[in-house]
């Protein structure tokens, strides 16, 4: 699979990684031997980038991860994981005291002394342009605590506010064919400031694997039927902000043009190769419950070039089903 280097970090990753937040929580149950064969099979399939928090499960995928990375101490790994979402959401829980003791639980969590990436969990947009945020990053790295450091966000304004600083090396976003906002400016400067991007969410929830329709339920530990509304955090973190009926009809669309795409490409992989195709995308890291899911997400990542039509249908799609939706709300 093809590597990129993932900004100021230095280091290369696979196109396609894979995020765990699904080995932790928030997606249904998975054991931790479904979630083994997972990670298992996302290396045998050549992804060699895993992004984690130490939030997710409350330590539960970091701890998953760390075992899992040990195993393969040879096999060239990055872990990205994030910190910030297990303190309450205020500018004032973000000191450099509090950044210490997250890193020092993550470090502990994935058995390693230094972090390859940290990266602040979506945190305020007050917190991402106070100076004092980067000089309390910047000393980890001083002390050699973390190797380096890069911010997930969720809106645009955040993105390029911390693409901004001299310090960060890379910037995690929603980035799907559901939400084209970031292409216009996010991934752009990312380039030129040489900040690598991470893309979450890529399959909007799944809504673009096409396997769903307005029938379709989910578990009641599953984000995507206690956050529909936002009441557990910020809504376009499920489905991309797309209502469900919306997504779904949306969905079925895209899957149509996935299916003229050549070979047996499935939507997902179509959503997931549409990601790497985007100037400025470092790496794109699907979830996976399965080790299916994991190959299958993998072998996106060398899909090579998408023609010309797709890339103008999806924009197509986007312009007239999803903008009026989510493209000024992120």
Known sequence: MEK??????????????????????????????????????????????????????????????????????????????????????VPESYTAAAFREWTDRSRRNLGVEVLDLVQLHCPPSATLADDATYDALDAL???????AYGVSVETVDQALTAIARPGVASVQIILNAFRLKPLEQVLPAAAEAGVGIVARVPLASGLLSGRYDAAT???????????????????????????????VGAAQDFSRLAGDLPG?????????????????????????????????NAAAGRLGTLPEEFLDGVRRLYDERLRPVVHDRW
């Open 141 to 147: 790295v001083a002390d050699g605590a973390i190797a």
């Open 217 to 247: 339920t989910f578990a009641d530990d599953d984000h995507r039927t206690f956050n529909r509304d936002g009441s557990a955090f910020d809504v376009g973190e499920t489905f991309s902000g797309v209502p469900f009926e919306l997504g």
């Open 4 to 89: 990129r280097t993932l900004g100021r970090t230095g280091r290369d990753v696979t196109v396609v990684g894979l995020g765990t937040w699904q080995l932790g929580a928030d997606w249904g149950e998975v054991s931790e031997a479904d979630a083994r064969e997972v990670l298992e099979a996302s290396l045998e399939a050549g992804v060699t980038f895993y992004d984690t928090a130490d939030v997710y499960g409350d330590g539960r995928s970091e701890r998953v991860v760390g075992r899992f990375v040990a195993d393969h101490p040879d096999a060239g790994l990055v872990v990205a994981t994030k910190m910030g979402r297990r303190a309450e959401q």
């Open 264 to 296: 047996d490409v499935t939507p997902a992989q179509a959503a997931i190769a549409w990601c790497v195709a985007q100037p400025g995308c470092t790496t794109v890291i699907p979830g996976a419950r399965s080790a299916d899911q994991a190959r299958a």
